[in-house]
């Protein structure tokens, strides 16, 4: 009983903070960091798959209050390069989460997939599936969603440069009149989500107040909102409370 009252109050608080949300000031590109997914599965006295699958399926529920609020990308980072260092056993089936979690997208309708992240860094059936899934959804309208798979915001940075210096040698361009040249934008062009809006706000859920390297170069200047919630937990109501805060901020662009 004290569970359905509790319910009935989130969802009436819900309705009140979406009623009062400014959608002038919503943010056009938001990043999210889904961090807590094995902490939820131990307090819940769940597996870690459990809790990754828990992770998975909460996405489309984002994707939807995002759709609702006029969202424009949505970057979701579900596998960093640091990840790769876990063991086998929980790697292995957080692959294929992955995997099912990317044809879902893919096969909803509504969504564009776009892979951010080195490629070739992840099995190659990974890699397939990734692929598919952008050319199946690529052209759509809709919210674009950044799958962030085998990413590290150093790494991304690295990869810019290398592409960048591919280009102009292959232009002829030798290394000093690269470096004479050389300005923001010639690397922000060989980013990941060159041509898309830099995220306006980050998300990070389970109460770590930190990036760990996730889109280093592009939130500069993005507003951060840090959710206590593990990211199965993560509701409507919390993802309004986001939008809410990041509204009233006065963003100064570094002035």
């Not at 992955?98 to 879902?104: A, F, H, L, S």
């Not at 000093?176 to 062009?189: F, G, P, Y």
């Not at 980050?202 to 280093?216: A, K």
């Not at 200047?221 to 937990?233: L, M, N, R």
């Amino acid at each position: 009983m004290k569970a359905k009252l509790r319910d009935l109050v989130v969802r009436a608080y819900s309705r009140r903070v979406e009623g009062r949300l400014d959608h002038t000031h919503v943010p056009a590109h938001i990043g999210v960091i889904l961090d807590g997914n094995r902490r939820w599965a131990k307090a819940s006295g769940g597996t870690t798959e459990q809790g990754h699958r828990a992770g998975a399926e909460k996405i489309q529920e984002l994707l939807t209050w995002c759709a609702e609020t006029d969202v424009r990308v949505v970057t979701l980072w579900l596998l960093s390069t640091d990840n790769f260092d876990r063991p086998a056993e929980e790697l292995t089936p957080l692959l294929g989460i992955i995997e099912d979690t990317v044809r879902d997208l893919a096969n909803d309708g509504r969504w564009r997939v776009h892979h951010v992240g080195t490629l070739d860094l992840l099995p190659d059936h990974t890699q397939r599936v990734i692929k598919e899934a952008e050319e199946q959804a690529g052209d759509r309208e809709g919210i674009l969603v950044n799958v962030a798979v085998g990413y590290g915001g150093r790494q991304e940075i690295a990869d810019a440069v290398r592409s960048l210096l591919a280009e102009r040698a292959a232009q002829g361009a030798t290394l000093d009149e690269l470096a004479e040249t050389l300005e923001v934008r010639d690397i922000a062009q060989h980013l990941y989500t060159s041509g898309q809006p830099d995220p306006d706000l980050v998300i990070r859920t389970s109460g770590e107040q930190r990036l760990s390297g996730f889109m280093l170069w592009q939130s500069a200047h993005s507003e951060y909102y840090f959710c206590d919630v593990f990211w199965p937990a993560f509701r409507k109501v919390d993802f309004l409370r986001a939008l809410r805060d990041y509204a009233v901020r006065h963003r100064r662009y570094g002035s």
